[in-house]
């Protein structure tokens, strides 16, 4: 594994108007742990964000030194903290590790090769896990494990205990767990068609109005009557 350098320096005050003039000054608070206490430090955001550029998110090995002096130690990135709105940096863990004793870090898993159930039945290829937790030496922090899914058929499943694993890394994540899987292709959705009426709806038949004669007939007719009682 590749290792980087970083300069620190020590902080002196703490609160938040403290870290308001070092990011001001350009800077950031962070704590460096793993020794006899933690120790209040800060550094510079850029460096931070060219050390894990490209890195998938695994574990970091760097070599910080307090600026102007010879101590030097080892440690990894444990922890960042990103503004929210801004995503910029707000505060960084480092944990001081010893090269011979193993720590327990995350992994990235990195899926390789096209599933013959995608190529040929045309499954998708579900990534159910990301990350697997190992131990090993600090040396040995592998940058990713590779699942390779070439064979995954429709129904099949990839789990952790089919990673390869370089020598001296130890996966503590439960074997058993489902890595990828290849599920069936999505049923194509039937549009029915609209239901076509057994008879046509019958037409309301057309009211026939009685044709009405004028008032003075009307009257007349009423003479008549009168006359022939």
Known sequence: ????????????????????????????????????????????????????????????????????????????????????VSEDLVHVDLQEVAMDKPIQVTVPLRHVGDAVGVRETKGILEMILREVQVSCLPGQIPEALTADVSNLAIGDVFTVAQLPVPEGVRVLTDGGQAVATVAPPPAEEVVAAPAVGVAAATPAEPEVLTERKPKEEEAGDKDKDAKKK
């Open 1 to 84: 594994m590749e290792i980087r350098a970083l300069s620190i320096e020590k902080r002196e005050g703490s609160g938040k108007e403290a870290a308001k003039r070092l990011r001001r000054a350009g800077r950031v608070p962070a704590v460096l742990y793993g020794g006899s206490a933690p120790v209040s430090i800060t550094v510079n955001p850029k460096d931070i964000f060219r050390l894990i550029h490209g890195h998938e998110g695994g574990t970091q090995l760097v070599q910080v030194t307090f600026n102007g002096s010879s101590d030097k130690r080892m440690a990894i990135i444990r922890d960042l903290q990103l503004d929210p």
